[in-house]
């Protein structure tokens, strides 16, 4: 049987990747930079080579979009129906940009609609939304292709350094040369990047990962699943609730819930856990009784370990696996920036996008509905006031 071509190595690949970098020559000015080819950066880009901007994207990566593959676990959920500005950390200025209700899905679901891209619902009584292909790769495949019809220059394996006066500079990571970039607009969607000078930003943490917690043989516990209701209880008096899986893991505990309390929970606070919230204490207490354990409620090596699987307590350490946090909490002062616009107040022509502004969510689909969002909003405004 004929062979096909061979797969090119990680090494060959990343090779290519940099040769490719390197064989893009920027202009000497442009209307629109967008610092950072993520989520955020590629709509913004898109959105100002659409309304008539001359843009390119400096992105630190080799490739952009590369961020949008390991969301969903590979397959982006992409946004929710039942965004709510009220779930994201700073409401007021989230709602500004959003819109009222369920606004921004539908802003985003026509987006991607008219990138081609087909959506569904995960189950129907659920409201988050995924690509029908079940792949994040379809997410940024067709936001490549759009950014490319658009015209959109992506020059990769650049990292920013700064930018002051309309002028933004950027190692290139090929060469190890400085470059510079004159831009009307600058749209800032780097995520955790550099903090420019003039604008002032909450220290950025990881946020959305596992517990570190103590109080419970979690090594003899590692890799079981449950149904659970957790409590976050601080000082004895609870401060959040929310039902869902819990994994068990030899440090502590992860599982979607357990990410969303990663956002809270301080070092000491006490998680209370409800393994089989959908048995009442009355049914609880018969089948016990019957099966002689919790055996039949739940799975048996859990309660083998734990006896007691109604209200199971432990104490946070901290937060764990912070390498492979989804979100960063803190970022650029939302105040500094007009929520029409996303520019900063006292830097004319700098807007931005994304995580790179203080705004977080819990899990669901809502930290990309509003990276998407806002890199309409902040690429939108850009091009005008190049434009203007
Ligand atoms: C494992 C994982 C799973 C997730 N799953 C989901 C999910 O299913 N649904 C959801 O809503 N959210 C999810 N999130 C969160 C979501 O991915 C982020 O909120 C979103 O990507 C933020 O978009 P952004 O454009 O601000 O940042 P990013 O998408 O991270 O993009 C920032 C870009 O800027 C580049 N950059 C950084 N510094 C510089 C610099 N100095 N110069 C040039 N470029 C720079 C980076 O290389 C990167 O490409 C997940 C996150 C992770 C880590």
Redesign the pocket.
Same mark, same amino acid.
């Given at each position: 049987m004929a062979k096909g071509p061979r797969k090119p190595s990680r090494t060959q690949l990343r090779e290519q990747l940099l040769a490719s970098a390197a064989a893009t020559v920027l202009p000497e000015a442009v209307d629109v930079c967008v610092? +950072?080819? +993520?989520?955020?950066?590629i709509v913004a880009a898109i959105c100002a080579a659409e309304a008539g901007a001359s843009t390119v994207v400096?992105? $630190?990566?080799l490739a952009?979009g $590369?961020?949008?593959l390991? =969301?969903?676990n590979g397959r982006?959920?992409l946004t929710n129906l039942d965004v709510r500005a009220g779930i994201f950390n700073n409401p007021v200025f989230a709602e500004k940009v959003l819109g009222p209700g369920s606004f921004a899905a539908k802003d985003v679901l026509d987006f991607f609609d008219a990138c081609g891209l087909a959506t569904g619902f995960e189950s129907e009584d659920d409201s988050r939304i995924y690509p029908l292909s079940d792949q994040a790769s379809s997410v940024r495949e067709v936001l490549l292709a759009r950014a490319e019809r658009a015209g959109v220059m992506m020059a990769c394996a $650049?990292?920013?350094t700064d930018i002051c006066a309309g002028t933004v500079t950027f190692t290139e990571l090929f060469s190890g040369r400085t470059g510079k970039l004159a831009a009307t607009s600058v749209v800032l969607?780097? $995520?955790d +990047?550099?903090v420019p000078a003039g604008l002032e930003a909450k220290p950025f943490s990881p946020a959305l990962c596992p517990l570190a917690c103590e109080g419970l043989p979690f090594e003899q516990l590692d890799g079981r699943r449950s149904d659970a209701r957790v409590t976050l209880l601080r000082d004895g008096q609870a401060v959040a609730q929310e039902r869902g899986e819990v994994l068990f893991r030899s440090y502590g505990l992860s599982g979607i819930v357990i990410f969303n309390f990663s956002r809270i929970a301080l070092p000491g606070d006490t998680l209370l856990l409800d393994l089989a919230p959908l048995v009442n204490e009355e049914s609880f207490a018969s089948m016990v009784e019957a099966a002689g354990s919790a055996r039949g409620v739940i799975d048996p090596a859990i309660v083998e370990v734990l006896g007691d699987v109604k209200r199971v307590s432990c104490t946070v350490v901290g937060k764990a696996q912070t390498e492979?946090a989804?979100?960063r909490q803190g970022g650029l002062l939302t105040a500094q920036f007009d929520p029409a616009t996303l520019m900063a107040r006292e830097l004319p022509g700098v807007f931005a996008a994304?995580?790179?502004l203080d705004i977080d969510a819990p899990c669901g +689909?809502?930290?990309? =509905?509003w990276?998407w969002k806002s890199g309409m909003v902040a690429g939108a405004a850009a091009a005008a006031f190049a434009k203007a």
């Open positions: 610092c +950072g080819g +993520g989520a955020a950066g400096l992105e $630190r990566d952009c $590369r961020p949008i390991a =969301t969903g982006c959920n $650049r990292e920013v969607a780097c $995520r +990047g550099f492979h989804q979100v994304g995580e790179v +689909g809502y930290n990309l =509905t990276a």
